[in-house]
């Protein structure tokens, strides 16, 4: 290799050496810069949200957190292809103190690789609605179904003991609680008699809570079937002296009892009776006056009810 050649390289080498340097080092920025703008990635990606719960019970939460947020992120590709891959924790809201109205999703709330960048969340935050927890009884109601046995029937209401419950909840649902209703009571093939029970109460509406035991006793009474009868304008029979008047002279007479006993009656049976005697208001030194007397009705085994109760009788 000739000597001429040699000085050629070295000074195309050496030659201007500074601004040579300079413009290999914005080659490289450039074409860093370049590359780089080339390989950021934006992506949209959903991220579950985890709560932790209020401490103490005197509030309760009654909006829903919500369950995720979408989350867009910007950064390199090897990154976000690494963040796509390994998945994103959760966020976490945390609720144990104080009671905010309004959580804001923040940088810090989430974990990233340093060189991803949020652009987004969405919701980008949520409100919060807290009410007082208070105590307060209520009612038990109890139900039955089924069929007693033939000829039966349930006498009355059901009897509850207690009669009332503890319940704690928020304001709003524990004020507007008119009862806590207890399982069915199921009476079928029950004969006469008295028959106690112990009896669920069924699960309150959510965010209240049952205070105390998880049942009470209720007790349903079995009688024999009764039927009704009305006799109308019967005649009242004055027990006493023959020449006493009554007034008002008919009176309506209700019979009830079995329905056998019913369906052998015969009206002629259904005597109204107003005895002066009986009722302490006619003797020998009081032949004549006029007083109230009640009407009774005697029959075997069945009840009676008249209207009007009572008649004047005058003598």
Request: glycine share 6%; charged share 25%; no cysteine.
């Given at each position: 290799?000739?000597d ?12 201007n050496?500074?601004?040579?340097a ?17 390989d ?7 991220m ?23 989350l867009?992120?910007?950064g ?12 994103v924790?959760?966020?976490?809201v945390?609720l ?28 980008p ?7 007082d ?9 109890a139900?039955?179904t ?8 349930v ?16 304001t ?5 609680m ?5 399982a ?11 028959w ?15 205070l105390?035991?998880?049942a ?10 009764k ?22 002279r008919?009176?309506?007479v209700?019979v ?6 019913i369906?052998?009656?015969h009206?002629?049976?259904i005597v ?26 005697d ?13 004047t009788?005058?003598w």
């Open positions: 290799m000739s001429a050649f040699l000085q050629w390289l070295r000074e195309a080498f050496t030659e050496l500074p601004l040579k300079m413009a290999l080092v914005f080659s490289l920025g450039f074409f860093g810069y370049v590359h780089g703008r080339e950021v990635e934006q992506r949209t990606i959903p579950s949200v985890i709560s932790l719960p209020p401490e103490g019970g005197d509030k309760e939460l009654m909006t829903r957190v919500p369950a995720s947020v979408h867009t992120v910007r390199p590709a090897r990154a976000m292809s690494t963040l796509i891959h390994e998945g924790p959760p966020v976490e945390d144990r103190q104080g009671n905010p109205r309004r959580v804001e999703f923040k940088r810090e709330m989430f974990t990233l690789p340093r060189d991803v960048e949020i652009v987004l969340v969405d919701p935050s949520f409100d919060l609605e807290w009410e927890v208070v105590t307060r009884q209520v009612p038990l109601h139900s039955i089924g069929a007693v046995a033939e000829g039966r029937v006498h009355g209401e059901p009897k509850v003991d207690p009669e009332k419950v503890t319940v704690r909840g928020p709003t649902l524990v004020e507007t008119q009862f806590a209703a207890l069915p009571y199921v009476v079928t093939g029950l004969t006469e008699g008295s106690a029970r112990r009896i669920a109460i069924l699960t309150p509406p959510q965010r209240v809570q049952l105390g035991l998880p009470a006793t209720v007790t349903v009474d079995v009688v024999r079937r039927s009704d009868k009305l006799y109308p304008g019967l005649e009242v029979q004055v027990i006493g002296p023959a020449y006493a008047t009554v007034l008002p008919l009176v309506d209700t009830t009892g079995t329905p056998e006993a369906s052998a009656l009206e002629d049976q109204p009776r107003a005895d002066l005697a009986a009722a302490g208001f006619f003797d020998k030194d009081t032949p004549h006056g006029s007083a109230t007397v009640p009407v009774v009705v029959l075997r085994a069945i009840e009676t009810q008249v209207q009007p109760p009572s008649v009788v005058k």
